[in-house]
């Protein structure tokens, strides 16, 4: 079952590091597991724990931050606010029941496409280890017909049927 | 929960980039998912097209925006970083505010990445599934309009620097310009000759540090550095480090009195590269611009000894006042400049650093810049190239190509000057000493203008070829007539044998490599190395000149090794980027800032200290935040903190994200197993 597993993961750049190694690691055709979606903010700082919260909730089974390294942020130290945050976030998430491994934070300069590759297999891997999240206790929703509050009216439907 | 898929009308465009994307991603299975499975989400059309951003396919959306009302337009292409501008001007020339339209990267974060077709393919459905969320969200913006200060700051005199300076200035700009050693110039000035034409490099530089020195709108701020880099494009506040010369720059003449009577000759490690001397007060050289002298600290005996020393230069200063200030002090110099064009050059790779070729360790091993500073008439030899002893000339001499470059244990990448300046140097030492010269190559790389003909008659003049990377060279005899030689041991991969040259000189062609401090200054101007450690550029092929960072230029060695007329041009190119800019008045930024909503905001002033750019202070009559969208830079941290909501980020708004996490979610990585 666990090897059957692919996990859907969030991932979150920064516009002016991570992003444009995730750039680099395709125009230099780097392959990596195609688990991890992408969201482009202008800095790890955007990060409102609200939205890894909401990922988690609507089906992915984990979440990578990532952003500039310390001292090189693009707006001076907003990554370390990121940082403090993740620390939080992990605390909060243990306490609710989650494992905190399913939120993992890296840095990855404009360069360092091959990293980054790198650091999305081992977290997919990792992720694919913990197994599936379902939390709050509900399948993912299915590829909508229409509205996503129908489609979760579907599957609800579903675990009804099963 | 969504209140806007009504009203909305959305068109979705899938590209296939040739095969880029087609060639991995099923994009009619994609196009298909967003018609059908998306139209609950106010998709009204998808469509598929080869390239999305040719002419036609711009018309295309153009078109659908004008004839079938779209509100919102998601483009399934390339990363944003590059065909977002595109796709958001066509958007514009239909009348559809630009803002509204979002990109999907299925490119480099789908097609090249991955192999699994099926797998890319579910991805890039969730990719658009998550664009098309957010895009409902997106709101109408309007760029912000900041005007650029016509003032520009270039970094480094050397000359891709000193090229972009003279052409601000030249258009009647005023340009400041830092230099760190106490004369423009750079590395060009230590060089004797320039391939593949042969012009004496200080034939074709002086007259343009001569013209810097003489500009009415060229400053100079010699033996100085950068310290502090505040504001934004159009409008930075910089801060230089003015160190002291221990000589008034208004009063000295540059008579070079001083430099004569002063009894101290130290090596000079930088611009002789360790092969010749200078005194303690001095010029770098006799053409140095501006021609002020420095006094070194370290060795004048007036600083070793303590006050009241010698002071040669002080008696013998002609001028009235006296230019000899021995208790100067360091300077901070404010300017406000619109643009900044980084030219900070490179440092030799250090041969030491490869121990088996014997550099510091044999005494007739010697360094490229050594052998070029030999060559140099105005040089410690006077032009003539000698075995270390200073006289005797050598009878053979082996010149070692991919000295730290091309090499995994020290640089992986080409230094792409060495070839050439091995090639040089054989040529000049054959023409000065008529010695037998033995090139050992790696690879000969003669791309560019008239290089190969020079390599050719280098050929023609018998300069002999070797084609492999040299194992060692050693100082150890076989017979006693070897004794005194040195060995180039090397298999030469033509013939398929090992061969021991021996020879009287090595010469090591020591590549570049990046400023041992460029992560330092990039971190003060707000932009990145590459792994190797060169500036990064924003675009490999279609942008080399400018950064991530607006109104920060790159020209020179700073961004890659080049050689010289690769640095004039980009060094022109700089400075024609600079002139548009001050041309235009003004810049359009990206519309990213945050707002708050007074209404909502308790006052708490959680996000009071989270603003790296003073953006947000408190008002204490009011009792709420104030945000200063000129100061914003739109990083969204404090949008993230404030507990009320009340801070608005645009663009990147929490209504956004959080539809576009529904969106990539709604989908999953292979349904159909997923749901069985």
Not at chain 2, 79 to 91: D, K, M, Q, V, Y
Not at chain 2, 310 to 334: G, L, M, W, Y
Request: glycine share 8%; aromatic share 6%.
């Amino acid at each position: 079952m666990a090897n059957d597993f692919e996990p859907v993961i969030i991932g979150f750049t920064c516009n002016w590091c991570s992003y444009r190694a995730a750039d680099v690691a395709g125009t230099t055709r780097l392959k990596y597991a195609p688990n991890v979606r992408l969201i482009r903010l202008m800095c790890s700082g955007r990060i409102d724990p609200t939205f890894v919260l909401k990922a988690l909730a609507d089906g992915a089974d984990g979440v990578l931050i990532t952003g500039c390294h310390p001292g090189d942020c693009h707006y001076l130290e907003q990554n370390y606010k990121a940082m403090r945050r993740h620390r939080l976030l992990q605390r909060t998430l243990a306490q609710l029941g989650i494992e905190p491994e399913r939120v993992h934070l890296t840095w990855a300069s404009a360069a360092e496409g091959a990293m980054l590759a790198q650091t999305i297999d081992r977290f997919v891997e990792q992720v694919r280890g913990l197994g599936p999240l379902r939390w709050p206790a509900r399948p993912r929703p299915a590829a909508p017909a229409a509205g996503h509050a129908e489609a979760a009216e579907a599957a609800q439907v579903e675990e009804a049927a099963s | 929960m969504f209140d806007k898929s009504e009203e909305e009308r959305i068109g979705v465009y899938v590209c296939h980039c040739g095969t880029n994307i087609a060639g991995v991603v099923d994009v009619g299975s994609v196009t298909h998912f967003a018609a059908d499975d998306l139209k609950g989400r106010g998709v009204v059309l998808s469509r598929e097209y080869t390239f999305m951003c040719s002419t036609t396919g711009q018309d295309l959306i153009q078109k659908d925006i004008l004839e079938q009302g779209l509100t919102r337009v998601v483009v399934a292409a390339c990363s944003p970083h590059l065909h977002e501008g595109t796709f958001r001007t066509a958007c514009e020339r239909a009348g559809l505010n630009p803002y509204l339209c979002e990109l999907a990267s299925i490119r480099e974060h789908v097609a090249w990445v991955h192999t699994d077709h099926a797998a890319a393919t579910a991805k890039a459905k969730a990719i658009v599934s998550g664009a098309v969320e957010r895009v409902r969200h997106n709101e109408p913006l309007d760029a912000i309009h900041v005007p650029i200060d016509a003032a520009t700051l270039v970094v480094g005199g050397g000359i891709a620097g000193l090229q972009a300076a003279l052409e601000i200035a030249d258009a009647g700009h005023e340009v400041y310009m830092v230099e760190r050693e106490p004369s423009l110039g750079g590395h060009m000035a230590q060089l004797d000759k320039t391939f593949p034409t042969l012009d004496c490099a200080a034939c074709i530089l002086t007259p343009k540090m001569a013209a810097a020195g003489a500009h009415p709108h060229l400053h100079l701020h010699t033996w100085s550095e950068v310290e502090k880099v505040e504001g934004y494009v159009g409008n930075f506040t910089v801060t230089i480090r003015k160190r002291p010369r221990y000589v008034l720059e208004d009063v000295c003449t540059g008579c070079g009195i001083c430099i004569e009577k002063c009894p101290i000759v130290v090596v000079d490690e930088v611009h002789e590269a360790g092969v010749g001397f200078r005194k303690s007060i001095y010029t770098p050289f006799t053409q140095a611009v501006p021609n002020i002298p420095v006094i070194d600290t370290e060795t004048c005996t007036y600083y070793v000894k303590g006050k009241g020393s010698c002071r040669a230069c002080e008696k013998f200063c002609p001028t009235e006042p006296n230019s000899i200030v021995f208790d100067q002090t360091e300077q901070r110099i404010t300017l406000r400049v619109g643009n900044i064009v980084l030219a900070t050059g490179y440092d030799m790779f250090d041969a030491r650093r490869i121990p088996q070729y014997g550099y510091g360790r044999l005494q007739n091993v010697f360094t490229s810049l050594e052998l070029e500073r030999m060559c140099n008439a105005g040089g410690p030899t006077g032009g003539r190239v000698t075995l270390r002893d200073g006289k005797t000339a050598p009878r053979t001499v082996g010149i070692i190509h991919c000295v730290g470059s091309r090499d995994r244990n020290y640089n992986n990448y080409c230094s792409a000057i060495c070839c050439m300046q091995s090639l040089k140097l054989a040529h000049l030492v054959r023409e000065r000493t008529g010695a037998e010269v033995y090139n050992c190559y790696i690879d000969l790389r003669t791309a560019f203008k008239d290089y190969d003909e020079f390599y050719q008659r280098v050929l023609d003049e018998g300069v002999h070829f070797i084609r492999g990377k040299v194992a060692e060279v050693s100082d150890v005899p076989r017979s006693p007539d070897e004794e005194g030689k040195l060995f180039i041991q090397v298999e030469d991969t033509l013939i398929g044998m090992q061969r021991r040259v021996p020879v009287d000189m090595v010469v090591l062609s020591a590549g570049l490599q990046p400023r041992h401090d460029a992560k330092q200054v990039g971190q003060t101007f707000g932009i990145a190395c590459s792994s190797n450690g060169w500036f990064i550029e924003k675009h490999a092929k279609l942008d080399p000149i400018s950064t991530m960072t607006e109104g920060v230029f790159v020209a020179g060695c700073a961004q890659g090794p080049k050689d010289i007329p690769a640095s004039v041009s980009q060094g022109a190119a700089a400075a024609a980027r600079v002139l548009m800019r001050i041309r235009q008045g003004q810049l359009a930024l990206e519309p990213v800032r945050a707002s708050v909503l007074a209404e909502r905001c308790s006052g708490c002033r959680l996000c009071n200290g989270l603003c790296p750019f003073n953006a947000i202070s408190f008002d204490p009559v009011r009792r709420v935040t104030d945000i200063n969208s000129a100061l914003c830079q739109g990083c969204g941290t404090c949008v993230a903190a404030c507990p009320a909501g009340a801070i608005q980020g645009s663009a990147f708004s929490n209504e956004q994200v959080l539809a576009q996490i529904e969106g990539l979610l709604l989908t999953n990585l292979e349904p159909e197993a997923e749901l069985a």
